[in-house]
Nanobody, 124 residues
Framework: QVQLVESGGGLVQAGGSLRLSCAAS????????MGWFRQAPGKERDVVAA????????YYADSVKGRFTISRDNVKNTVYLQMNNLKPEDTAVYYC?????????????????WGQGTQVTVSS
C-alpha cells in the first residue's frame, strides 16, 4: 500500500504559477511510474503529465506542453508538477497517482494508488 498526499493547490490569476507536490509514504516510490491527472466538474479524469520510475521519460498532454513540468525526487519520495502560465481552463482537482506496470501508463486504469486531490482554480 502506498499513500499519496498532494499539496500546493490554490487560487491563482491567469498567467500565474503553482507548484504541486505529491509525497509518497513508501521507500519503494522509485518502483512506480507517477502521473498527474485532473478532473473538472462534469468531465472525465484525464492525464496531465506522467514520469517514468527513473525520471528518464516524461509525457505531457498537448494542452499543457510548454507550460507544465513534471519531475520527481526518488530520495524524497516526491513528485512535482510545476505549472506556469496558468489558464482558466486549467481549473480542476489535480490528483497524483502511482503506476506499478512495466510501461509508463497514460490511462487512469493503469494507476493503482491515488492521492486525495488538490483544487487548482485559475481566475480570468
Amino acid at each position: 500500500q502506498v499513500q499519496l498526499v498532494e499539496s500546493g493547490g490554490g487560487l491563482v490569476q491567469a498567467g500565474g504559477s503553482l507548484r504541486l507536490s505529491c509525497a509518497a509514504s513508501r521507500r519503494t516510490f522509485s518502483t512506480y511510474h507517477m502521473g498527474w491527472f485532473r478532473q473538472a466538474p462534469g468531465k472525465e479524469r484525464d492525464v496531465v503529465a506522467a514520469i517514468s520510475k527513473t525520471g528518464s521519460s516524461t509525457y505531457y498532454a498537448d494542452s499543457v506542453k510548454g507550460r507544465f513540468t513534471i519531475s520527481r525526487d526518488n530520495v524524497k519520495n516526491t513528485v512535482y508538477l510545476q505549472m506556469n502560465n496558468l489558464k482558466p481552463e486549467d481549473t480542476a482537482v489535480y490528483y497524483c497517482a502511482a503506476d506499478p506496470n512495466f510501461n509508463l501508463g497514460l490511462r487512469p486504469q493503469d494507476y493503482i494508488y491515488w492521492g486525495q486531490g488538490t483544487q487548482v482554480t485559475v481566475s480570468s
